[in-house]
């Protein structure tokens, strides 16, 4: 990459997280539908079934379960493996056309030092995935399902390596009712092809990097490796370098945006927020301290690898949330890292009954703020 120039602007964190904020809607509620929202977001973590609804939720002026379940529904919007090779959900069009650009990404969970590269020593991952799509255009199947049939043309295989290399090697969707709201179901498969008719045109690498950076910029290299869960991409920057904004961070790293993106003051004012559980906005960099601090992260992952339910204080993670939904009656329990303000109390006690009034099993919930346990 180029050298430092004095003509390049510092961003300190609190301009980075302004801008991310405005970039996701998380400053202020957008006025959008589920298509437009999917435009600006590209994707939205899906392992947890409702977390792209607390995502849209939290970012949308009207939002009902009932926009993304429909359009999961008529397959305008799909479900599946993406960036990172984890769940997400995005507009059919540009999963079709994501799917292939990060195929190098997904390969490296193959490769011979990885577990299931050892496990699958001798075989060709790319027949495994040719079997799968034969079983599947036969009918959908379950993961079990299709795991238990690969098994039985590889016996003495790792059946969990198996269906990984199925997973990378051939594009999947999980089908409805899988990630309805309300619903729940064993996941099962179909391919991408027999579901999804044409991607989305003229999305190719450059434009994908182009719209990271308009959803979470301004981002360095690592941080769109990171998110894309790719490598080398310095060559993709640099072809794009006279087209975009140049920046430096606090520590010297080379900072792009789109020139006319937007780059809020780092005073300005930022509402408390609840994220769902694996919110893009906590994953989408190499550097995440813009937005969450090494001790915060700690916290908010648990032990085997699950991003929690966050809550956001000015714009930073503060403390986490849940919904306990009982026989009766619904509690959000909401655990601070520090104390707040009586001011940010009744902030986070407003936005929770909202919180409660779209989440909860129950109407008229119970807010419940709790000291932090270490």
């Known amino acids: 990459m180029a050298g430092r120039s004095s003509a390049e602007k510092v961003l300190d964190r609190r301009a980075l997280n302004r801008a991310l904020l405005a970039r996701q809607h998380l400053l202020r509620r ?24 607390f995502a849209l939720w939290s970012r949308l002026k009207a939002f009902a379960p009932s926009d993304l379940s429909d359009r999961l529904e008529d397959f305008s919007v799909a479900r599946g493996t993406l960036m990172r090779g ?11 056309a994501i799917r292939p650009l990060i195929q190098q990404g997904l390969d490296r969970f193959l490769t011979d030092g990885s577990v299931y590269g050892r496990a699958l020593a001798g075989l060709e991952p790319a027949e495994i995935g040719a079997v799968a799509r034969d079983q599947l255009e036969r009918s959908p199947l379950t993961a079990a399902e299709l795991r238990d049939a ?46 999804i008719a044409t991607p989305r ?60 993106a937007e780059r809020p003051p780092g005073d300005t004012e930022a509402p408390v927020r609840f994220l769902g559980e694996f919110d893009n906005v906590l994953l989408a ?25 966050a809550v956001l204080i000015d714009g930073v993670t503060a403390g986490l949330w849940r919904i306990e939904d009982g026989k009766t009656a619904s509690v959000l329990h909401i655990e601070l890292f520090d104390k707040v303000a009586k001011p940010v109390t009744r902030a986070l006690a407003e936005e929770g009954e909202r919180l409660l009034a779209f989440g909860a099993k129950h109407a008229g919930g119970e807010v419940r703020i709790e000291a932090a346990r270490n």
């Open 201 to 260: 045109p003229g999305l190719d690498l450059q434009e994908l990097v182009r719209r990271y950076l308009a959803a979470f910029g301004p981002a360095s290299v690592a941080d769109a490796q990171t998110w894309l869960g790719l490598t080398r991409l310095a060559p993709i920057f640099d072809a794009l370098r006279p087209s975009l904004a140049i920046f430096r961070g606090e520590d010297g790293i080379e900072l792009f945006d789109l020139p006319g």
């Open 30 to 53: 957008a006025d959008l539908d589920v298509a437009a929202a999917l435009d600006r977001l590209i994707a939205l973590q899906a392992q947890s079934a409702k977390a792209p609804y």
């Open 150 to 195: 690969l098994a039985a043309r590889w016996p003495g295989r790792d059946p969990q390596a198996l269906a990984m290399a199925a997973r990378i090697h051939l594009p999947m969707l999980q089908l409805p009712p899988r990630g309805l709201w309300g619903r729940s179901s064993q996941p099962t498969l179909a391919t991408m092809a027999g579901r």
């Open 285 to 309: 960099h190499d550097d995440r301290t813009r937005i969450m601090s090494a001790d915060h992260r700690r916290r908010l992952y648990t032990p085997n690898g699950i991003l929690r339910a």
């Open 86 to 96: 984890t769940l997400h959900v995005a507009a059919a069009d540009d999963f079709a």
